[in-house]
């Protein structure tokens, strides 16, 4: 396939997606543009008795019976053509077109942003039910760049669309008064205007070629300022801002060059389908006085008709090629939905939160990241109901999988995990994550008020509510200094509040949900050893009543956990309370915590 073809297909399959979605407003559109077109076509008739009025003769063929036509309507109303009257016909006719092509664009707008909130809304549904691996696999600027500027384009893409329909109504009209006015003429002008297009195939390949490519530098840009704005801390902690601005630019600089050949494209085209009418018009007037002698009044008529026509029709060619321009989005948008899509987690049906009554057990569980060595090995190990569960090891030991795993964000590579004896399937996940509370140590917050993060957690929670979730978890005294109190904004990922305090704040998040099992995953790595000790004590309170697993590397925080886990490359090498794991003199749990003793 051509790439012309290609982009006529992208425009006929996007037109009838369209249509499916919101087939009365695309109708009603349609036939606002049809209206408007009849209603502009009726002042020019007008024109035709307007001559009369100014003595101006206009008898015979075509013209002549609208004029006569025209003069019968006057009559049979019981008056005779004059100036007034004509004029007030016109001005009445093109006022008509004005409001139905008000109520076009109106129509027209409101479908162009439907398009945009349905492809949005499709793509961050798919993005949002698919699996975790897959999203931790791809650029997270991706994700945002479609969901923002590409669809946005397509939007852009859409309204060209719907315009080129308009104008194409106008055009017909105008056509069918040139055909009546004369046949001759008029075939000799489309064939001229068909050529013009031909020559133009060129620059509408460009067109399409250009978008594509900006829609690819536009993507690494969206993708650079993400990483470049999120690290900024870092590249000035280094000295490095030179380094960090000039690889900016380069990316910067590409897209201008993208931006270049899409914008002289379009200039291009548009500057050569201008000349190219305005030779088409000049062609025309010769024929219709010098070559087919028509009647001046006659001539006058069709030569209005072209000027009228021939704009529309580089309209026409304009809207194409910022359609060409544009449509190279849908392929991005639809392509990423798509793959999101095919990657759909199972969920089950939605009910009543899932809580552990006895315990859930991970039964020689392996799991490996996809082209890397696997994490866990064999791994086999229980978390009881309503008890504190600890799992420590060092970096890179697979405690943090262990976690994914146990909300299913992942699944086993061999093995099974088991809830009170029944294996944890996708059918399940939505009943169980309902009841799980999480916080990881890099606390997710929102640009938002300290209320709205909370009822993010649990929408119908009340305000007491909140205020006891706060006081748990060590937060509702630096909640209540902060200026607007629970309505304090907290600023981009709650850049207004230390570490300590965001920390607590996604703590009592997660004991708003009174969650059946809580997760806390290096969820006290940013407090001091006073809040600390709070958080401690706020946990050892939901003993007997939550069922808790608590992940971290500094041993000190699981003195009081019912059980603890060790983990060493993969596996669980040690399994005991505090008591029996420090008791010994040769295990890894005992080496672990003399390595910390010493370096306090």
Known sequence: ????????????????????????LVVRSLALMLLAGLAEG?????LVPLLRVAGIP????????????????????????????????????????????????LAAYQVEQRTVLRLRTRLYRSVAEARWLFLARQRASDFVHALTAEVDRLGSATSHLLNMLGQGAASAVYLLIALRISPAATATALGSGGLLLVALRGMRREAGRSGRDLSESTGDLFAAATEHVQAIKVVKSYGAEGRSVAAFAALGAERLRAFGRAASAYADARAAFTVGSVLLLAAATWLALGVLRLPVAVALLLVFVFSRLVPRLATLQQQWQMAAHEL???????????????????????GEPIAPRDAIRFHGVAFGYEGRDPVLRGVTLSVPARRTTALVGTSGAGKTTVADL?????????????????????QMLQRWRGGIGY??????LFHQSVRANLLWARPDAA????????????????????????????????????????????????????????????????????????????????????????????????????????????????????TSLTAGGGGRFREMWSAQETER
Do not use: K
């Open 1 to 24: 396939m051509t790439p012309e073809r290609r982009t006529v297909e992208t425009a006929r399959r996007h037109m009838a997606d369209v249509y499916r979605a919101e087939p009365g």
């Open 42 to 46: 009726v002042g020019v008739v007008m």
């Open 58 to 105: 206009v008898s015979g063929g075509a013209m002549g019976r609208v004029g006569e036509a025209v003069t019968d309507g006057f009559r049979a109303v019981g008056m005779r053509p004059s100036l007034p009257g004509v004029l007030l016909l016109y001005v009445a006719a093109i006022s008509t077109q004005a409001l139905f092509q008000r109520a076009q664009t």
């Open 328 to 350: 190279p989005a849908r392929e991005a948008v639809l392509d990423l939905a798509e793959r999101c899509e095919a990657e759909r987690e199972t969920l089950g049906e939605p």
């Open 406 to 426: 146990l909300m299913g964000l992942a699944t086993p590579s061999t093995g099974r995990i088991t809830l009170d004896g029944a294996e944890l399937t996708g």
């Open 439 to 444: 916080v990881a140590q890099d606390t997710v």
């Open 463 to 578: 305000e007491d509510e909140m205020r006891a979730a706060l006081s748990a978890a060590a937060a509702l005294e630096f909640v209540e200094a902060l200026p607007a109190g629970l309505d304090t904004v907290i600023g981009d990922r709650g850049v207004r509040l230390s570490g300590g305090e965001r920390q607590r704040l996604a703590l009592a998040r997660a004991l708003l949900r009174r969650p059946a099992l809580l997760i806390l995953d290096e969820a006290t790595s940013a407090l001091d050893p006073e809040n600390e000790r709070r958080i401690l004590d706020a946990i050892a309170g939901l003993h007997g009543r939550t069922t808790i697993l608590l992940i971290t590397h500094r041993l000190a925080t699981v003195r009081d956990a019912d059980v603890i886990h060790v983990l060493d490359g993969g596996r669980v090498v040690e399994s005991g309370d505090w």
